[in-house]
């Protein structure tokens, strides 16, 4: 009778260690996500956004945009940036959004790989 209760404590104090370590795991993997999107990411105010070129990107053509950011609503101060969207469309005009992003350098040309956009307002 005894034997059975140790026996009892120790598989559940073992369970409980493995779920705190999934748990723990899953945290620390958000948190990762989390602070990298924090890293790399522009945001404004769309004002323009036109199909500039395609490219050879990882042994596939991929269309380069040229999008106009500001960051006020109207077009004062206005910079252009060359952006590839492989996971997501390229946006409309007149949104704030903020865009998550790899920077990638090909033949002297700075592009931003954009893999994830977030509405603001």
Known sequence: MKLTGIIGVISITI??????????????????????????????????????????????????????????????????YNMIFIDSYPPYVDVHLRFFFDQVTQQGNTYFLIHEIEKLG
Do not use: C, P
């Open 15 to 80: 369970i409980v260690i493995i779920v705190a370590a999934f748990t723990f795991a899953h945290v620390e993997s958000i948190r990762e996500q989390q602070n990298k999107k924090n890293d790399q990411s522009m945001d404004g105010w769309v004002h323009n956004i036109s199909l500039k070129e395609t490219i050879e990107y990882m042994s596939k053509s991929v269309d380069v945009y040229r999008v106009t950011l500001s960051n006020t609503s109207d077009d004062n101060d206005t910079l252009a």
